[in-house]
């Protein structure tokens, strides 16, 4: 029994490394996209919200890039 738990705990492990960190969409119930695969909620916005981000691409890199040090 043992050594069973031991197989079935290292097969588990085996699965959650396994697993990639695959990015996904759905549309909520309230016409909102969300984004699931950054974190262990989904980040949610309506379209206009995902336009207005899409639009900002260049600002947001380059504010990652002044603030490199800062961020994790």
């Known amino acids: ?3 069973e738990l ?3 705990r290292a097969e588990n492990e085996a699965l959650k490394k396994s697993k990639s ?3 996904t969409f759905k549309v909520g119930q309230k016409g ?3 984004l699931y695969g950054l974190g ?6 309506y379209k206009s919200q995902w336009l207005l981000l899409l639009d900002a691409v260049e600002e947001i ?5 002044i ?4 961020l994790k």
């Open 1 to 3: 029994m043992k050594s």
């Open 67 to 70: 603030h490199d040090e800062e």
């Open 6 to 8: 031991e197989r079935l």
């Open 32 to 34: 909102g996209m969300s």
């Open 40 to 45: 262990r909620f989904p980040v949610t916005l």
């Open 61 to 65: 890199r380059n504010f990652i890039k």
């Open 21 to 23: 960190k695959e990015i």
